[in-house]
């Protein structure tokens, strides 16, 4: 039997594989069969908009297209070859636009509205309504993020099935009946998830609305910039919109094997940290009364001076958020002109994972996925939870081995919950290893992470099957990039030198981690790059100013290891990283181009193939698996947090550290994001609440190390005994082991 179906559209005949939606089938033979409520991405279609009106032969009532499937001998007749479809869809805009009102000239999606292009393709051209129309208070704020300007809602629950079907959040709902529903959320409540903002893109008319973006700019006066979200290592696709050289807004471009269309809100809403007041816009040099700007031309003397100064006794400590070329131009200049010197980014990537790679899409279609580590795949890599969740939808198991998994395990036991999954006797390793749509997950730190999970899924033999994949989710954006880059800038591995001459520390993140601060304590001199003052000021001898990476040409590579190109969506206001590190190249005799293009083609001489720019295209693609090699043997150790100690549950609980979603330098930096942001709490697992008499909501004292934190419970029923997890932003000064009592 065939699996392809033919049918008839507007008298054109459609050839396309069985089970192909109307819609896309008059899509594919040139023909528009408008929606409003229709979006595949959201599930099943719902029919509510009737926007979509077409006549089958043979069927008397005009049907919803979009509710459709193609069949075989069909014969449809759109709006352009049927007047009762016409009528019927003019009729249908005339009732949507019964309630809306004519403010298209002040509505944020006025120029960019699917409502006011259809009506003006479909609709009727003038009012027959005279009464007054509904109003309401507007805006309502969702949230601080999102307004609602409810009149102009068109009840096509687009924004409602995303919420509960794609984010499965359950926070926005529809109110009331007929005329008088309404679009709430739930208690009137702020929409507080992750992925919030997918809602406003989705909004087909401008009922949902960005408060950053609310009467920024119109439409013909916006530059659109194709780039790469370098907040997380899923590296979602993003556009920027510019306007008068400042980026107003961030939406989806799609890449359907990486993001889907969505975002998360951090990757949506944090650019404005690129206008934040303490933003270094130029070089500090530590004089006698603290850090005091210079010219660049001091500063890179300075730059010479200390880079000489050191003998080579050089550590770098590296972020992960670099661009690929940077990281590569900061090798170049570190490791082959300056010789000895070692690195330090704390990421345990491994190339071995490309024999299992596959894109992030695969997850929606697994059967099994397994996900091992303590912190939740939504703090590290959220696009991934939304893969997960799909996959769960259409009706995945989804198996978790951790502190808070469906599976418990001790915390930092990832690696060992891998060994035993590999082990012949493990029936959830049989069940991987039998089948053909397995995923493994890896999301956590330390224990080896990528080259343990590489390790696992050879033994599991994912190789030879397209359906299995593995997954680790590292905590920097460009983790594997710049591994790879510093790899590939010279040949030698050098040991750490002790003293330390001179840090450099690159980068906000590892700027702000306390492990590089304390390296900074070891080290005579400190070069900080930083885009912030107050990550730098106290310790760094030289602060050179760094750039966001909306403002980067380059190329990143993802979790997956896709490399992707980043596009400079603004002009920083400082000289980007390259320029000035050809500059201070040269002066070392050391040649490095300031151009990114022309870094990346000899870097992807060295470990690309030859890879051209070009070749990356808008939506870059995944390359081929590569053959496995074994990752170095390393003896499997329990990581530093992987006992709990056996007096655990009458004194001192192990200290569980994770980095939420909504923190870090740049979300800390946007004041609308702020009620994203995690509560100041504790989470104990109920047996160790309930042994120290605490319920969820009591204040609660951490102590360890002589220092203190007061901060509520919160019982979680998820949680591992012997655990006190809480937010890295509230740990600063605890050690491994803390004591939890009743304030
Ligand atoms: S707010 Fe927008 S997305 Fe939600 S139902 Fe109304 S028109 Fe549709
Ligand atoms: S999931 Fe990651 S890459 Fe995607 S938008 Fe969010 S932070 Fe950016
Ligand atoms: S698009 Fe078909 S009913 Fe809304």
């Known amino acids: 039997m065939s699996d392809l179906v033919k049918l008839t559209i507007d008298d054109r005949e459609v050839e396309v594989a069985k089970g192909t939606g109307l819609v896309e089938t008059a899509a594919a033979a040139g023909i528009e069969i408008p929606v409003f409520c229709y979006e595949p991405r959201l599930g099943p279609a719902v029919g509510a908009c009737r926007m979509c009106l077409v006549e089958v032969e043979g069927m008397p009532k005009l049907q919803a297209g979009c509710t459709l499937t193609a069949q075989d ?29 004519l403010d298209c000239p002040v509505c944020d999606k006025g120029g960019e509205c699917p409502l006011q292009d259809l009506t003006f393709r479909y609709g009727p051209g003038s009012t027959r309504m005279t009464f007054p129309k509904l109003t309401f208070d507007k805006p309502i704020p969702v949230s601080p993020l999102i307004a609602l300007d409810r009149e102009r809602c068109i009840l096509c629950y687009r924004c409602t099935r995303f919420s509960s079907d794609v984010a499965e959040d359950e926070q926005l709902i529809a109110r009331n009946r ?28 401008g009922a949902l609305t960005s408060t950053q973006y609310r009467f920024e700019a119109r439409p013909w006066e ?71 700007p210079v010219s660049w031309d001091a500063a890179l003397d300075r730059a010479e001076e200390l880079l000489r100064g050191a003998q080579g006794k050089i550590v770098t400590a590296l972020s992960g958020s670099e661009t690929t070329e940077i990281a590569y131009g900061l090798g170049v200049l570190l490791r082959r002109g300056l010789g000895a010197h070692s690195a330090v980014l ?18 929606g279609a697994a059967e099994l996925v397994v996900v091992v580590g303590d912190d939740e795949v939504v703090d590290r890599a959220p696009i991934v939870d939304l893969w997960l969740r799909k996959a769960r939808r259409a009706g995945a198991e989804i198996v978790t081995i951790g502190a808070r998994g469906s599976v418990p395990a ?31 997950v890896w999301s956590g730190s330390g224990g080896g992470g990528g080259a343990r999970l590489a390790e696992a899924a050879h033994a599991l033999g994912f190789e030879g099957k397209p359906g299995c994949a593995v997954f680790h989710l590292p905590a920097r954006a460009n983790a594997r990039g710049v591994a790879e880059a510093w790899a590939a800038a010279a040949d030698a591995d050098e040991a750490d030198p002790e003293p330390i001459g001179l840090l ?33 000021v106290g310790w760094a001898d030289l602060v050179l100013p760094a750039t966001a990476s909306l403002e980067r040409e380059g190329t990143a590579m993802n979790l997956e290891g896709r490399v992707q190109r980043l596009r400079r969506a603004v002009t920083p206001p400082v000289p980007d990283e390259l320029a000035w590190l050809s500059k201070l190249a040269e002066r070392f005799g050391v040649a490095l181009s300031p151009h990114a293009a022309v870094v990346f083609e000899e870097l992807s001489g060295r470990i690309y193939g030859g890879l051209l720019l070009e070749q990356l295209g808008e939506h870059a693609g995944l390359p081929a698996r590569r053959p496995y090699e074994a990752p170095e043997p390393t003896p499997l150790a329990h990581s530093p947090e992987a ?50 008499g605490i319920a969820t909501g009591d204040l609660v004292s951490l102590r360890s190390n002589g220092t203190s934190v007061e901060l509520r419970a919160r019982v979680d029923a998820r949680l591992v005994e012997g655990v ?9 000064h605890l050690h491994a082991d803390v004591e939890v009592v009743k304030a």
């Open 73 to 101: 001998g069909m014969v449809v007749h759109t709006a352009s070859t049927s007047a009762r479809a016409a009528e019927g869809q003019k009729g249908t805009l005339e009732f949507i636009l019964v309630n809306h009102p």
């Open 178 to 205: 007929g005329a008088y529903s309404m679009i709430a959320t739930f208690g009137d409540e702020p929409y507080r998830a992750p992925f919030s903002g997918n809602v406003i893109e989705l909004c087909p008319v």
């Open 222 to 292: 916006i530059q659109d910039v194709p780039t790469v979200c370098g907040l997380c290592p899923a590296g979602c696709n993003i556009r920027a919109t510019t306007r008068e050289g400042l980026v107003k807004r961030v939406q989806s471009r799609n890449h359907p094997e990486v993001d889907g269309g969505w975002l998360c809100d951090k990757g949506r809403f944090t650019f404005p940290h690129l206008r934040s007041d303490d933003r270094v816009r130029e070089p500090l040099v530590r004089g006698t009364v603290g850090l005091e």
């Open 346 to 363: 704390d990421e345990s990537t491994s190339a071995a994972l490309d024999a299992c790679r596959a894109p992030l899409s695969t997850i």
């Open 410 to 440: 001790p915390v930092g036991g990832a690696a060992e919950a891998l060994r035993d999954l590999a082990a012949a006797d493990s029936e959830l390793g049989g069940r991987l290893r039998a089948s053909d749509r397995a995923i493994l």
């Open 504 to 536: 450099v520390v690159s980068g906000d993140e590892a700027a702000g981690d306390p492990s590089v601060r304390a390296l900074a304590e070891r080290a005579s001199t400190v070069i900080a790059i930083t885009m912030f003052h107050s990550l730098a």
């Open 643 to 692: 006992n709990v100690p056996e007096d655990h549950f009458v004194g001192t609980l192990r200290l569980l550290r994770y980095t939420p979603l909504f923190s870090g330098h740049q979300v800390e930096r946007v004041p609308e994001l702020q009620f994203q942001r995690p509560e100041r709490e504790v989470a104990l697992s109920t047996v160790d609440a309930d042994r120290r």
């Open 724 to 732: 006190a997890r809480l937010a890295d932003e509230h740990a600063a």
